[in-house]
């Protein structure tokens, strides 16, 4: 059972570490940017309402942003990748349940999110030491893994489940840019919902990676736009609601070859 | 025992756009015994692939029912799953690994941590020894169809299913393929074949099934196949110079035939003698 089980978890890790200049590098050069543009150049121009220095607000909203952006490409690329090349049929066939390739896809899925959130956060921190000559201390440090964990496994899964259901190339970029960056960016990654339109900010309510970013956010700095138990309960119930899209997906989507 | 058994095998199709069903297969019914190749021959479209298909678990029946070893396929997938080894018709392209990778990894599915001796060992029977760190896109098509054969062997099956292997395979390839087979089934492995090169069903299989829209039309020796469908073709000449062609069931004996058309031997100057072929018995049956 276990052996199955970790060497899919090895192959899904070797995957994406065989092109990690595609899969961790270069999402980490674009949080750099972000960090050194919207971060430094932009950020001592924002004014936070209790004062906080802006920088302080974004690096917990782009460690989650590259989280779930590679949890979500490193489970949806790989089976599109397989679905071209056909060997999606070795999965198939071999004696692996369902259960163990979705926790198995999840796990490598978190492993990479949590790679290039990880860089993402030291290299925030390095700007920050800059700006302020002193560390952002994280403050609820078991809730920070939670919220990793959590928003690893909901994006992998969300990849397991488009990437299964879409039956062309069009459709997985359209979730990915239609729905995805969307939800991201609405979500708080680069903003507080208080400088949002009343409109917005009852429309945020209903984004679940509002929930996300916001706890991710108050386990970091002791604060956020979100009530914790509420951005936990969300949370959970996110990652219960994508785990049973994977597994639909994978019994219902299709394997067939593009 | 009976390796593998498919009774009243049924599968429809239902599209989900129209009401049109397809019916690929219409109650098919067969046995596979211990260590015998058992060769599934059919024209494109018959219903051979959504067989092997059936078996691997890929598709559920409609009807019917599959077991191997003693298990049916439906209610212990993972079982038959663990104990059959499959070469699909479709060559498989990784782009990630090499060959050592991906044979590593295969093994692992199924549950075996340190294969490298039996990896080893197929590895230099497929003579893909010299190419084991290459990517697949760096293999030519046979080596590709050899790498498909080796894993499908890594967790060493008692059942193995061959979708057409040497389907666009040169010839000195088809032999040494069809040579590797014959080794598997001496160590025990039982093998179903699919393939529409009859010239391979003649020389490894025990038993043939001619499948035809859905319905096996005739199960049987390769060889009785022929005699039963084919036909012997005599070319004779006498010792008045006459010269006669004459063309039979390929059961009947020669001496039968002679009888028939009042020769006898000791006329016979020159004689040549086409046996049947399976080619021939099977086109009959499939255009019946």
Known sequence: MIIPFMT????????????????????????????????????????MKNGEVYLAFLIPGLVVMGLINNAFQNTSSSIITSKFSGDIEDIRVAPINHNQIVWAMGIAGVFRGALVGFITGIVGEIFFYFQNGTLLAVEHPLMMLFFTLAGGFIFSFCGIFVAFIAKTFDQLSAFASFILLPLTYLGGVFISIDNLSPFFQKLSHANPLFYLINGFRYSILGHSDVQVPLALGMTLISLVVTFSMARFALKNGSYSRW | ????????????????????????????????????????????????????????????????????????????????????????????????????????FQSGYYGIKNNLERINYLLEKLSLTPHRQKKVKQLSGGMKRRLMIAKALVHSPKLLLLDEPTAGVDVELRESLWKFVLELKASGVSILLTTHYLEEAEKLCDRVSIINKGNLIYTGKPR??????????????TSSGQTH?????????????????????????????????????FTKMVNL
């Open chain 2, 1 to 104: 025992m009976d390796v593998l058994i498919i009774k009243d095998l049924k599968k429809t199709y239902q599209s989900k756009d129209s009401l049109v069903k397809t019916e690929a297969l219409k109650g098919v019914s067969l046995e596979i015994r211990a260590g015998e190749i058992f060769g599934l021959l059919g024209p494109n479209g018959a219903g051979k692939t959504t067989l092997i298909n059936t078996i691997t678990t890929l598709e559920k029946p409609t009807e019917g029912e599959v077991m191997v070893f003693g298990k049916s396929v439906v209610h212990d997938p993972m079982f038959t799953k663990k104990k059959i080894g499959v070469v699909h018709q479709e060559v498989i392209n990784t782009g990630f690994f090499s060959i050592e990778e991906i044979l590593k």
């Open chain 2, 224 to 237: 009785e196949v022929i005699e039963k469908y084919s036909t012997k073709k005599i070319y004779l000449k």
């Open chain 2, 245 to 281: 062609t004459l063309v039979d069931s390929a059961a009947k004996s020669i001496q039968d035939i002679l009888k028939e058309h009042h020769i006898s031997f000791s006329d016979i100057v020159d004689i040549q003698i086409e046996e049947g072929r399976l080619e021939e018995a």
């Open chain 1, 8 to 47: 899919l978890v090895e192959k899904e890790i070797s995957r994406f570490m065989k092109v990690i200049v595609q899969t961790v590098f270069s999402p980490i050069l674009s949080s750099f940017l972000y960090l050194l543009i919207f971060g430094v150049s932009l950020g001592s121009s924002i004014q």
